[in-house]
């Protein structure tokens, strides 16, 4: 049984223990004065190293270290594949409407943002993000009104300040990790 004023839950001292190797408590540096039990209480270091939970909870660390560095790298390449996307819509609806390579640079960009939303889109971790779902509205709004007016014509001022907004929103989220 637990004491009242244990902080361990009991269902953590009763746990079995999933580890194959038999961990010792910790001695204890001084021990209780005069024989006064209830100085000696147990504590969190006792009840891990007692029922080797210290060395489970060492185990999933060890085994979570490789997909922390996995998630870092998956991480880098969404903020590098997000800032090209920035930068080609930049170029791209900032074009003069007589330039003769309006209609390739639109369609290059099609391609690369269907590419980024493709990939980035069932990503769970990203979906809540503020740079994801900036990026993901102002790749709409570009999307669609290219889809809808054709890649030649030109994009509203209004529509354009607001896709420029969104993206600066999404390119500071991308610099605070967000």
């Known amino acids: 049984m637990r004491a009242a004023s244990s902080p361990v839950p009991a269902a953590v001292l009763a746990a079995p223990s999933s580890a194959t190797t038999v961990v010792k408590p910790l001695p204890r540096a001084a021990a209780a004065p005069s024989g006064n039990v209830a100085a000696v209480g147990?504590?969190?270091?006792d009840v891990l190293?007692?029922?080797?939970?210290?060395?489970?909870?060492?185990?999933?660390?060890?085994?979570?270290?490789?997909?922390c560095g996995a998630a870092r790298a998956a991480d880098e390449e969404y903020v590098s594949e997000?800032?090209?996307?920035?930068?080609?819509?930049?170029?791209t609806i900032n074009m003069?409407?007589?330039d003769p390579n309006v209609a390739d640079a639109?369609?290059?960009?099609?391609?690369?943002?269907?590419s980024w939303v493709a990939k980035y889109r069932r990503e769970k971790s990203l979906l809540g993000r503020p740079s994801f779902r900036e990026m993901y509205s102002a790749l709409n709004a570009v999307s669609g009104h290219y889809i809808s007016f054709g890649p030649t014509a030109p994009i509203p001022a209004k529509r354009r300040a607001r896709i420029l907004e969104e993206m600066d929103t999404a390119?500071?989220?991308l610099l605070r990790g967000r």
């Open 42 to 45: 147990t504590g969190r270091r």
């Open 106 to 114: 639109v369609a290059e960009l099609r391609e690369l943002s269907n």
């Open 49 to 67: 190293a007692g029922t080797g939970l210290g060395a489970a909870a060492a185990a999933v660390l060890l085994a979570l270290g490789p997909a």
């Open 96 to 98: 003069d409407k007589a």
């Open 82 to 91: 997000t800032k090209e996307v920035i930068g080609k819509v930049r170029s």
């Open 171 to 173: 390119e500071k989220a």
